[in-house]
């Protein structure tokens, strides 16, 4: 059982930065895969990025690639993602999860999720 708790979340100007962090319980993080989410008002939830267990793979949604770096530090049990050059589009609540196997892009297959804070962008 894990669970997810993240921060970071707030309101920024178009261009600014954020860093979302996921702090997560129990002493087997290391051994999980570890994504970000986001869903926006009226929209379904779709994948951002995601981390592999050691952090050395990771994965990006097209639409952030470039922009955005997720990162893991086992030791603290919490994995990050840094967001650079924000822009309005990427308002949305954001959520982190984590699955036991391999790195996915599909919501459903992750087992423990957080709640999510808002990312509010404005122009």
């Known amino acids: 059982q894990v669970q997810l708790v993240e921060s970071g979340g707030g309101l920024v100007q178009a261009g600014g930065s954020l860093r979302l962090s996921c702090a997560a319980s129990?002493?087997?993080?290391?051994?999980?895969?570890m994504g970000w989410f986001r869903q926006a008002p009226g929209k379904e939830r779709e994948f951002v990025a995601a981390?592999?267990?050691?952090?050395?793979?990771?994965n990006y949604a097209d639409s952030v690639k470039s922009r955005f770096t997720i990162s893991r530090d086992n030791t603290k049990n919490t994995v990050y993602l840094q967001m650079d050059s924000l822009q309005p589009e990427d308002t949305a609540v954001y959520s982190c999860?984590?699955?036991?196997?391999?790195?996915?892009?599909?919501?459903?297959?992750?087992?423990?999720w957080g709640q999510g804070p808002q990312v509010t962008v404005s122009s």
């Open positions: 981390i592999s267990w050691s952090g050395g793979i990771t």
């Open positions: 129990g002493r087997t993080f290391s051994m999980y895969t």
């Open positions: 999860a984590a699955r036991t196997l391999r790195m996915r892009t599909i919501a459903h297959e992750y087992d423990y």
